[in-house]
């Protein structure tokens, strides 16, 4: 799907500067934002920015201040199914 947005010139300009390819700096702006908001997941992420692997889309949500969604309660998990894989 294509989407067509109306900048004023002076805006689009500035974020041309800022971002270089315009179309590419708005993928990006919707792909984190859409992360951070829980609309998509990492590895959409992944695909909407073309991105080789889940540590390149982890370093890109990084350097944009948004981490992975990872809680306590998921550590303890991950570290309890590990201690049992251990175990066995």
Do not use: H
């Not at 708005?26 to 829980?38: C, D, F, H, T, W």
């Not at 990084?62 to 991950?78: F, M, N, Q, T």
């Amino acid at each position: 799907m294509q989407v067509a947005i109306e900048l004023p010139e002076d805006i689009a300009r500035q974020l041309q500067a800022k971002w270089g390819n315009l179309s590419q700096g708005a993928r990006e702006a919707i792909a984190i934002e859409g992360y951070r908001s829980g609309a998509l997941s990492q590895a959409q992420v992944q695909r909407l920015l073309g991105l080789a692997s889940r540590w390149e889309t982890d370093a890109r949500l990084k350097r944009a201040g948004v981490y992975l969604d990872y809680s306590e309660e998921d550590l303890a998990r991950d570290l309890e199914v590990s201690r049992q894989l251990t175990q066995k």
